[in-house]
């Protein structure tokens, strides 16, 4: 045994092969904390010391590689500065040389994942092994940063510039045959092959078949691009990356631009300039909220884990209601291969479910996601059907039908009695309580909310909702089979709107009490979408459809009468409402705040309205001009204070499950957090004198609560651990 640590063996063979192993003890994955990372510089300090070895084979006993940088370190890491950071950096850098410097050749036996700093330790091998079922990518864009252990210097050598900005600024994960032909491993293999094939390849390098220096000069030397080259490779991808990353995140810009700075430089100079890059993005906000991004996402993805643990198996299930969500939900448990009953009560509504479910394997066809045959497979899932006959096999059931009580009531009571005594039912309502839903039910302890968002396809969140008398293995059961789905569950208690449109209705309201007082909603919708939204607010709506945002407005009313009853009429009628009225419900019938064409592809596009223009008019005295923040306040003060209140009612868990749930349902700025992490960054007391001072023209909807207050006079925070919830 040469060496010995927590995380990394290195140990010598008969033949003066030394293998150095990463096993990270008690944990199931590898990862570079600080901690390991001198581990590795103790062990190739060992292995550069032992006499007789000529050679050195990287593995991993577990099942990834090394799946990154331990980014729970980051937060506490990032804010001890510049000089800090760079130190750092260069500390890490000096191990990573030594390890590309050793006297004799390298092969990394790349068995899983290789991911951030896991990649840049593979890539400072002279070799690189790859099993078919292995991933390996520089995804640290996605953090608000990028590849700051030499892998803007090395992945460009090894693989070409503009394949590496490719790589580098859209952060992928590639797959073993397309890291073959890009050039960044030498030989793929099937994974029980991968320690004989790296033996093989070293033993080739030991006997001077293979050029292992040349390998290494070719990474530690500037990249062979003339003037010419160098504008096509970096100029353009600068422009192309720029229109795709948006305004809001710099870091693949910043990685382009390192690239072509290091370009001309040899290695050492180009980590220098990798660094200082790598220091200045460390410390932006971006940055901080997309890195809490992360460990919020890991929390929610802990408490999904948990309660799935004590699911029983779903195996089987049906959903009620066909239609478009019917259709969604349907595609959606067949595409992950929980096979599932399709029922309604009409031949059209199976066939438009079916057709729906068809459309989405189609597009995934193209996509080349999936053969024609695994479509075929997948939708033989989908079992179509207009009777209960085969529901007592069912572990669970999705209601799907119309949002109304008293048919969801009628129907799920009918489908109880048609189900197993353990069967759990599950209303995908956006806005009904659950608890009232259950007073139908005999077993309501089986009974709970899963509320999908649309397109069910695309969002990835899942509303879990407990009702009053909904048992643990209900909730764990629905948590279960979202997680089968490949979707995000939270799970929250149960109140008007649940927690998403809680908190978005408010925000509606701040809209419509703009619109009300003389504001042209066009502004608004650019206002809040060069704030980082996917779409302003009157587009939103024309989304979401008019009719549905008045009938979950009155939800809301009936259930925060204080606060939401007159929310956005400014004494008289709300712009949503006059659009009902006029038969303008948006996209669904192509009229709302804004007129909806069919581009090219056959998706609506939506164009100005003069006749929109002119009926919203008619709400205010006359148009008045509002600034930027202006507009932002009063937009986002009441959503982050629903928020607040979700979070002190006891509706949502932690702060880390509210931000997600924000970002994975209604497309809450990534880079800024979530609405918890926006007030953070405000500061608690700031947020607090801005939302007094709204409050006192616009009422309760802007009033933060005593608990807030109290916050802020404490000088508390959310997250109060260097980012954690």
Not at 29 to 43: G, R
Not at 158 to 167: H, K, P, S, Y
Not at 278 to 291: D, G, M, S, W
Request: net charge negative; hydrophobic share 45%.
């Amino acid at each position: 045994m040469i060496y010995q640590g927590n995380a990394i063996t290195v140990a010598r063979d008969d033949d003066a092969v030394a293998t150095l192993t990463f096993d990270l003890a008690n944990e199931s994955v590898n990862k570079l904390s600080a901690s390991v990372v001198e581990e590795l510089a103790e062990a190739v300090e060992a292995v550069r010391k032992a006499p007789g070895v000529e050679g050195l084979i990287l593995a991993s006993a577990k099942e990834a590689f090394i799946v990154g940088a331990d980014i729970t370190e980051f937060h506490a890491m990032f804010e001890k500065g510049e000089d800090e950071i760079l130190a750092m950096l260069e500390r890490v850098h000096g191990i990573f040389n030594a390890l590309e410097d050793l006297p004799f050749p390298t092969v990394t036996a790349l068995n899983g994942l290789a991911l951030g700093g896991g990649c840049e330790v593979v890539l400072s091998t002279d070799f690189r092994v790859m099993s078919e079922s292995a991933q390996i990518g520089l995804p640290e864009t996605k953090l608000g940063i990028l590849p700051g252990w030499g892998g803007c210097v090395r992945l460009p050598r090894l693989i070409g510039a503009d394949n590496a900005i490719e790589w580098i600024a859209g952060g992928t994960q590639n797959k073993a045959a397309e890291a073959l032909r890009m050039g960044a491993v030498d030989a793929v293999v099937p994974g029980d092959e991968l320690a004989a094939a790296a033996r093989d390849l070293l033993d080739r390098a030991r006997a001077g078949e293979l050029d292992h220096k040349a390998r290494r000069a070719e990474k530690t030397t500037p990249l062979k691009l003339d003037a010419i080259e160098q504008m096509m490779a970096f100029e353009t991808a600068k422009g192309y990356v720029a229109g795709k990353a948006g305004p809001h995140y710099p870091a693949p810009i910043e990685a382009i631009k390192v690239i072509q700075k290091g370009a001309g430089e040899a290695r050492e100079r180009a980590q220098a300039i990798e660094a200082k890059a790598f220091a200045k993005l460390a410390r932006t906000e971006v940055c901080y909220n997309l890195v809490g991004l992360f460990l919020n996402d890991q929390l929610v993805k802990k408490q999904g884990s948990r309660y799935a643990k004590q699911a029983r198996p779903v195996e089987r299930t049906a959903v009620l209601g066909a239609g478009i969500m019917g259709g969604g939900i349907a595609y959606q448990s067949a595409s992950k291969g929980t096979p599932i009953l399709m029922k309604d009560i009409k031949d059209e509504a199976i066939e438009l479910g079916l057709k729906e479910a068809r459309k989405l394997f189609a597009k995934q066809v193209e996509r080349g996601k999936f053969t024609v045959e695994q479509m075929a497979e997948r939708l033989t899932n989908i079992r179509p059907t207009l009777s209960y006959g085969d529901f007592a096999g069912v572990d669970l059931v999705v209601e799907a039908v119309v949002e109304n009580p008293k048919v969801k009531g009628a129907v799920l009571a009918e489908a109880e009695e048609a189900v197993g005594e353990d069967t759990v039912l599950a209303s995908n309502t956006s806005t009904i309580s659950i608890t009232r839903l259950a007073e139908h039910l005999k077993r309501p302890e089986n009974f709970c909310g899963m509320h999908f968002f649309n397109p069910v396809h695309r969002m990835p969140l899942v509303e879990v909702i407990r009702g009053e008398k909904t048992g643990d293995a209900a909730v764990a059961a629905t948590v279960a089979y979202a997680r089968q789905m490949g979707k995000t569950p939270i799970v929250v208690n149960d109140c008007p709107g649940f927690l998403v449109n809680r908190v978005l209705f408010p925000y509606f309201g701040g809209f419509s009490q703009l619109v009300a007082q003389g504001a042209d909603f066009r502004r608004i919708d650019k206002v809040m979408e060069r704030f980082g939204w996917p779409m302003g607010p009157a587009y939103l709506l024309d989304v979401v459809g008019m009719d549905t945002a008045v009938h979950a407005g009155e939800v809301m009313a009936e259930g925060f009468p204080e606060r939401m009853a007159d929310m956005g009429s400014a004494g008289g009628k709300s712009a949503i409402q006059l659009m009902v009225d006029h038969q303008r419900l948006g996209q669904k019938n192509a009229k709302g705040f804004y007129a909806y064409e069919e581009d090219k592809k056959g998706k609506p596009k939506k164009v100005v309205d003069e006749a929109a223009l002119e009926l919203v008019a008619q709400l205010a005295d006359g148009e008045r001009d509002f600034s930027d923040e202006t507009i932002i306040a009063r937009m986002m003060v009441p959503l982050c204070l629903e928020t607040v209140r979700c979070l002190e009612d006891g509706i949502v868990g932690t702060p880390a499950e509210a931000d997600m749930a924000l970002i994975y349902g209604i497309g809450f700025p990534p880079f800024r957090g979530g609405a918890l992490r926006y007030i953070d960054a405000m500061g608690v007391d700031a947020f607090v004198a801005q939302a007094d001072e709204l409050a006192a023209e616009l009422g309760p909807l802007y009033a933060p609560t005593g608990k807030l207050r109290e916050m802020a006079r404490q000088g508390e925070r959310f997250y109060q651990d260097a980012g954690q919830a």
